[in-house]
Every structure is written in structure tokens, then in C-alpha cells.
């Protein structure tokens, strides 16, 4: 596997191999991957008398959450110990021969905010907006804006392509398709559903 450089991006993206849309500012694409923004939906965790989460409740895990939109040039403030769920401006589709991470920015890293918890992967043949698990492990609270740069993509190419790629209708594709920050699908899993 091989990382894309800004060369193959900006071929792939003109190919249409690769789409990010929108893409409005050319800057967005650095050495070896392109900056993404964040968007103007939100969800966080509600306070509930409940004891714990458990996926194999058949309770939706929206329920758990609040979803709310920030009006453009308004801060989101997350603050030190703070957990959200959030999605990417951009809309990313993959062929099936590539993969792509989402990786923190420095400058937001520098602040205490990590932009993905765990699930920076994305597959093959995925189309949609990209889920943001937003942390801050920071001692003060942060704004983030509507807008504003906060993570990176870098895309890499795979051996061969893939034989059943994200969104094939033999995979379990809980997320493809999606337009804004979805909460967890876990209690879908095969092994859950047995």
C-alpha cells in the first residue's frame, strides 16, 4: 500500500476516482492528504438515569443523544472531558481499490482536541459524510465553528481491489450513505444479532 501524495489526489479528485464535495478551496489539499471541515450538526449524550449503555438493548442509541445544528460564525464549545459526535462538511466517496484515515490536525491536537476517538478507518466503496468522535482531553474548553478546518484524509491505495466493498450487498454497511454525525448502529452487528 502506498499514501497518496498531493499529485495523485489532485488527479484522482480531477478523474473523479475519488470525490470530496464539496472542495471549495484548493489550499484544503496538503503534501499527502486534504483537510476536511467540520460540519453544523452536533450530538451529544443526554444525561439519563440509566446505569450503562448496552448494544444488545433494543433501544435505539439515538435515544440516548441530542442532535442540534450551530448557525454559521457561532461556536460549538467543547469542553475538557467532553464527548460529541460531529460530521465532516465534505462528502467523501472511495473507490474500491482505495482506503483512506482520518487523522487530527496538529493545530487542533495543540489544543486538546482529538478529532476521531477510535474509528479513523474508512473502507473502500464508502460514500458519505464522515463521523467525527470529538474529544476534548484539554484543561479548557475549545470553540470549534462551522467551517472550520479540523482533521485531515489521507487516502491509500490498496494491493487489489476490494472483492465486497464498503456498501456491496453481502456487507454489513451501517453508515454508508450517511449526511450527518450517526450515532452507534453497534446493536446491527452480526454477532450481536445472534
Given at each position: 500500500?502506498?499514501?497518496?501524495?498531493d499529485q495523485d489526489i489532485k488527479k484522482y479528485l480531477k478523474e473523479e476516482k475519488i470525490i470530496i464535495d464539496p472542495l471549495s478551496d484548493e489550499k484544503q489539499i496538503q503534501?499527502?492528504?486534504?483537510?476536511?471541515?467540520?460540519?453544523?450538526?452536533?450530538?451529544?449524550?443526554?444525561?439519563?438515569?440509566?446505569?450503562?449503555?448496552?448494544?444488545?438493548?433494543?433501544?435505539?442509541?439515538d435515544t440516548y443523544m441530542t442532535s442540534f445544528h450551530i448557525k454559521k460564525g457561532e461556536p460549538f464549545i467543547i469542553h475538557p472531558g467532553e464527548f460529541t459526535l460531529a460530521?465532516?462538511?465534505?462528502?467523501?466517496?472511495?473507490?474500491?481499490?482505495?482506503?483512506?484515515?482520518?487523522?487530527?490536525?496538529?493545530?487542533?491536537?495543540?489544543?486538546?482536541?482529538?478529532?476521531?476517538?477510535?474509528?479513523?478507518?474508512?473502507?473502500?466503496?464508502?460514500?458519505?459524510?464522515?463521523?467525527?468522535?470529538?474529544?476534548?482531553?484539554?484543561?479548557?474548553?475549545?470553540?470549534?465553528?462551522?467551517?472550520?478546518?479540523?482533521?485531515?484524509?489521507?487516502?491509500?491505495?490498496?494491493?487489489?481491489?476490494?472483492?465486497?466493498?464498503?456498501?456491496?450487498?453481502?456487507?454489513?454497511?451501517?453508515?454508508?450513505?450517511?449526511?450527518?454525525?450517526?450515532?452507534?448502529?453497534?446493536?446491527?452487528?452480526?454477532?450481536?444479532?445472534?
Amino acid at each position: 500500500m502506498a499514501i497518496l501524495s498531493d499529485q495523485d489526489i489532485k488527479k484522482y479528485l480531477k478523474e473523479e476516482k475519488i470525490i470530496i464535495d464539496p472542495l471549495s478551496d484548493e489550499k484544503q489539499i496538503q503534501p499527502s492528504s486534504v483537510d476536511l471541515r467540520i460540519g453544523d450538526e452536533f450530538k451529544e449524550f443526554k444525561i439519563i438515569s440509566k446505569p450503562y449503555i448496552d448494544p444488545l438493548d433494543n433501544i435505539d442509541m439515538d435515544t440516548y443523544m441530542t442532535s442540534f445544528h450551530i448557525k454559521k460564525g457561532e461556536p460549538f464549545i467543547i469542553h475538557p472531558g467532553e464527548f460529541t459526535l460531529a460530521t465532516t462538511y465534505e462528502r467523501i466517496k472511495l473507490p474500491d481499490d482505495i482506503v483512506a484515515r482520518v487523522e487530527g490536525r496538529s493545530s487542533m491536537g495543540r489544543l486538546g482536541v482529538t478529532m476521531h476517538v477510535t474509528a479513523g478507518f474508512i473502507d473502500p466503496g464508502f460514500d458519505g459524510k464522515i463521523t467525527l468522535e470529538i474529544s476534548n482531553i484539554g484543561k479548557m474548553p475549545v470553540a470549534l465553528y462551522p467551517g472550520q478546518r479540523v482533521c485531515q484524509i489521507v487516502f491509500e491505495t490498496m494491493t487489489t481491489p476490494s472483492l465486497k466493498p464498503y456498501g456491496h450487498e453481502d456487507r454489513d454497511s451501517k453508515y454508508m450513505g450517511q449526511t450527518g454525525p450517526e450515532s452507534s448502529k453497534i446493536k446491527l452487528d452480526y454477532d450481536i444479532q445472534k
